[in-house]
């Protein structure tokens, strides 16, 4: 299982979230019986951060077994199963992410969240511009911390 490698530009985990959560309550709300748009791309990122979980842990036994001839093998195939299973989740949801238009700031920082995700692994301009918009927009548009 191919790991997947962080650009140093990449944008974190924290400033996605972050952006993901902008502007809870600005914009006009949902049609009644709309999807949650936020709630869909919430969903998307936690796919996406497990898959990066078991993709590190996979790894880890993948090292492990080479350098001891481990028997690791079950624990790796659970691994690789569940891996499929969530990436094709994932590729799933992008797809219904990118039919359902975003009607509120909100949404679309959190569909810029997503894409900054995506776009991650490219880095590249891109990716930065994707990546500086969320940023600006969960700082812009954050509630202040609680003192």
Same mark, same amino acid.
């Given at each position: 299982?191919?790991?997947?490698?962080?650009?140093?530009?990449? +944008?974190?985990? #924290?400033?996605?979230?972050?952006?993901?959560?902008?502007?809870?309550? &600005?914009? %006009? $709300? !949902?049609?009644?019986? =709309?999807?949650?748009?936020?709630?869909?791309?919430?969903?998307?990122?936690?796919?996406?951060?497990?898959?990066?979980?078991?993709?590190?842990?996979?790894?880890?036994?993948?090292?492990?077994?080479?350098?001891?001839?481990?028997?690791?093998?079950?624990?790796?195939?659970? +691994?690789?199963? #569940?891996?499929?299973?969530?990436?094709?989740?994932?590729?799933?949801? &992008?797809? %219904? $992410? !990118?039919?359902?238009? =975003?009607?509120?700031?909100?949404?679309?920082?959190?569909?810029?969240?997503?894409?900054?995700?995506?776009?991650?692994?490219?880095?590249?301009?891109?990716?930065?511009?994707?990546?500086?918009?969320?940023?600006?927009?969960?700082?812009?548009?954050?509630?202040?911390?609680?003192?």
């Amino acid at each position: 299982m191919p790991d997947r490698k962080r650009s140093s530009s990449a +944008i974190s985990r #924290r400033s996605l979230l972050a952006g993901a959560s902008v502007a809870p309550g &600005l914009g %006009a $709300l !949902a049609a009644p019986g =709309a999807p949650d748009l936020a709630a869909q791309c919430g969903e998307w990122l936690a796919l996406d951060l497990e898959i990066d979980q078991l993709s590190l842990r996979w790894a880890r036994l993948e090292a492990s077994v080479m350098r001891q001839a481990a028997p690791h093998t079950s624990a790796m195939i659970e +691994i690789e199963a #569940r891996l499929y299973g969530l990436s094709d989740d994932r590729d799933r949801r &992008l797809e %219904a $992410l !990118a039919g359902n238009p =975003a009607r509120t700031l909100h949404e679309v920082a959190c569909k810029l969240a997503v894409a900054a995700r995506r776009m991650a692994d490219e880095g590249g301009p891109e990716h930065d511009i994707v990546a500086e918009a969320v940023s600006v927009l969960a700082t812009l548009t954050s509630p202040p911390a609680a003192t």
